[in-house]
């Protein structure tokens, strides 16, 4: 009993949850089409005269075989003129106004697709750094492109095309039911097995193009994760692997197409098929009352028009259908994207900094990434401005982690972490991304020029600060002997230049910042021996009265420091000059001594 009390309260929650997410979606959707009100009301108008001078075609028809025809018998021909230039003026203003609305309809749904496009790459790089560790890329591609195309033809194609086919389901049973409303009951009976068809495949199709998009976001996530790691793939002979990973990957997406396919291929012949049944009852009732002179030629002629009308729509609002589940699956997972929040939010009201002297404090500094271990366990640090610090210690020891909360990628489960004294929560984004400038290992150089590339924190610097940073760090003779010198176009993630002459170009873009705190986590470690000698006396001059915490492996970095700190498990375990460590004999020394015989 326990059980099955579990189960349905799980079964709730898992309601709740769709209903949840459904809110969520048509609220996104409400928003970003409420600024187009006014222009979906004219498109109302438009689509509504369009089927108004479709629907008005039969009930013509009729009124010309009934009344104009036996009057030009009797040598009148004025009522088939009239009723001649009523049909010509009915398509013309049909086809001029579904024109129109296709047009109308056009700039909404692009006015959408760009505003949503603007949202979701405004909120990826809003969102914090937690979230891009945890949320890869390619999922990030999949939103952006395969999710938003399937909004695009939801918007540019099939919402035009049914709300056309449902003003015309409803006007042409209403002009049926006027011209006669018995040939209307024919159509009603025959509305029962084409509402259960329908049903039917809306809840198959919902299954299967939640499967479809599913299916389509691996795929694209399997392939952007091979390609950009191609060259592990490669190094490490993985193509086979690979190859047979996507094969798996391609052939689900195939098969969740196939199913696709194959219940549109039940559903749209069964319509057929409903309809044609339909013409053929309406004939035969219709058909025996005219013979009995119970029902005009004219109105059967036109309530076979009707009929046949009427079941044409329904197959596009099936295929209509297909559109919107996938639709639906894309705009459901945007807007989960854009329902996150940052984990490191911006300040109410912030502390303004405008001039950082680069005093670092960490006060009783706790921190775990989400619900794991505890990195760092009530950690207290204070580096004074000016002071050059190198943090050592084993794989884990929590070195990056406490440059990650310095430069406030993440924020501190408890305890503070000051700049100036000002909690670095305080400060607003644009003060703290000034004070405080971060080089990594990875060296990420983007698609331009050497120039833009180096100008990237300070844009708009003069080309004499731009060569002045690049030698500082000795990049500048490099740079010149490139094609185009400083105009060389670096390509996609900096193609064109070795990784060592990238990380030269990461470290002349940062000093070119002139941040008051530099944080260089293990950046020289795709540095020959030769260019790390000379980043280092780089270094020594543009660390000059500016805080640096410098995070490295190779020992070699860390002599110009002005202080070690030794860390293990989240703690600092030694603390002093290089001087210092290596003559106590501790950890430090003993790495130091490692290091040195592996110089030997």
Do not use: C
Not at 17 to 26: D, F, K, M
Not at 181 to 190: F, T
Not at 438 to 454: C, K, P, W
């Amino acid at each position: 009993m326990s059980a099955t009390n579990n189960e349905a309260a799980e079964d709730t929650l898992d309601r709740a949850a769709a209903r949840a997410v459904r809110a969520r979606s048509l609220g996104l959707l409400g928003d970003l089409l409420r600024p187009h009100g006014r222009r979906l009301a004219w498109s109302a108008v438009l689509v509504v005269a369009s089927t108004l001078g479709q629907v008005a075609g039969p009930a013509l028809v009729a009124a010309t075989i009934d009344h104009a025809l036996p009057a030009l018998d009797d040598g009148r021909s004025g009522p088939l003129v009239s009723y001649g230039v009523l049909m010509v003026v009915a398509a013309v203003a049909a086809g001029l106004a579904n024109g129109a609305y296709v047009r109308a309809a056009a700039v909404i749904s692009q006015a959408v697709l760009l505003e949503l496009r603007r949202r979701v790459f405004r909120q990826t790089q809003r969102l914090s750094l937690e979230f891009h560790e945890s949320y890869t890329s390619g999922r990030i591609i999949s939103r952006q492109t395969s999710d938003l195309e399937a909004l695009r033809e939801l918007l540019d194609g099939g919402l035009t095309g049914v709300v056309s086919s449902v003003l015309t389901m409803v006007f042409t049973a209403v002009g049926l039911a006027l011209v006669d409303w018995r040939s209307g009951a024919v159509l009603l009976v025959a509305m029962v097995p084409a509402w259960l068809l329908t049903r039917w495949f809306q809840k198959r199709s919902q299954v299967f193009y939640r499967r479809q998009r599913t299916a389509s976001a691996r795929l694209i996530v399997k392939f952007v994760e091979t390609m950009t790691g191609m060259r592990a793939v490669q190094a490490f002979r993985r193509e086979a692997t690979t190859e047979r990973e996507y094969g798996r990957y391609a052939e689900d997406y195939r098969e969740a197409n196939l199913d696709t396919f194959s219940l549109n291929g039940r559903y749209q012949p069964g319509l057929v098929l409903i309809g044609n049944l339909t013409v053929v009852a309406a004939l035969g009732y219709g058909g025996w009352r005219a013979l009995n002179g119970d029902l005009p030629v004219g109105v059967l002629v036109a309530a076979l028009l009707y009929v046949k009308r009427f079941f044409q729509p329904i197959q596009q609002v099936g295929m209509f259908y297909n559109s919107f589940q996938s639709a639906s699956a894309a705009l459901e997972k945007l807007s989960g994207l854009l329902a996150e929040e940052p984990t490191v939010v911006e300040p109410v009201s912030p502390t303004p900094l405008p001039d950082a002297r680069g005093d670092v404090r960490l006060d009783h500094v706790t921190f775990r990434y989400g619900s794991g271990p505890v990195v760092l366990p009530s950690l207290d640090l204070h580096i004074p401005a000016g002071q050059t610090v190198a943090l050592v210690g084993t794989t884990g020891a929590g070195k990056s982690t406490l440059a990650k909360l310095v430069t406030r990628f993440y924020d501190a489960t408890a305890g503070s972490v000051l700049l100036d004294d000002v909690d670095v929560r305080d400060l607003a984004t644009p003060d703290l991304r000034r004070a405080v400038v971060m080089v990594t290992q990875e060296a990420y150089l983007f698609s331009g020029s050497v120039r833009d590339n180096i100008a990237l924190g300070r844009p708009g610097a003069a080309q004499a600060d731009i060569e002045a940073a690049a030698r500082a760090v000795g990049a500048h003779d490099f740079i010149v002997a490139m094609p185009e010198g400083y105009d060389t176009d670096v390509n996609k993630r900096g193609g064109r230049v070795s990784a060592g002459q990238r990380q030269l170009l990461s470290f002349a873009r940062a000093f070119l910042a002139n941040p008051a705190v530099l944080v260089l986590d293990e950046a020289t470690s795709s540095l020959d021996i030769p260019g790390e000698r000379l980043v280092q006396r780089g270094l020594k001059t543009l660390l000059a009265g500016r805080t640096a915490i410098i995070i490295a492996h190779r020992l070699s970095t860390v002599a110009i420091a002005d202080r070690v700190l030794v860390m293990e498990h989240g703690r600092v375990v030694e603390d002093g000059t290089p001087a210092e460590l290596v003559a106590a004999d501790g950890r430090y020394a003993r790495l130091h001594a490692a290091w040195r015989d592996s110089l030997v």
